[in-house]
């Protein structure tokens, strides 16, 4: 699986009650992440 800690990368569990303004600040997280790490 990517995201897996054997392989690397990120996971991310996201339930209903989250709000949309914490999904938008997560993406935006991951889209940084990606960009410093690939």
């Keep these: 699986l990517k ?5 690397g ?5 996201i339930y209903n009650a ?3 303004e914490s999904i938008e600040a997560l993406v935006d997280f991951m889209a ?7």
């Design 32 to 38: 940084r992440f990606e960009k410093k790490h690939v």
């Design 18 to 20: 989250m709000r949309y």
């Design 3 to 7: 995201g897996h800690r054997s392989v």
């Design 9 to 13: 990368g990120l996971r991310a569990s």
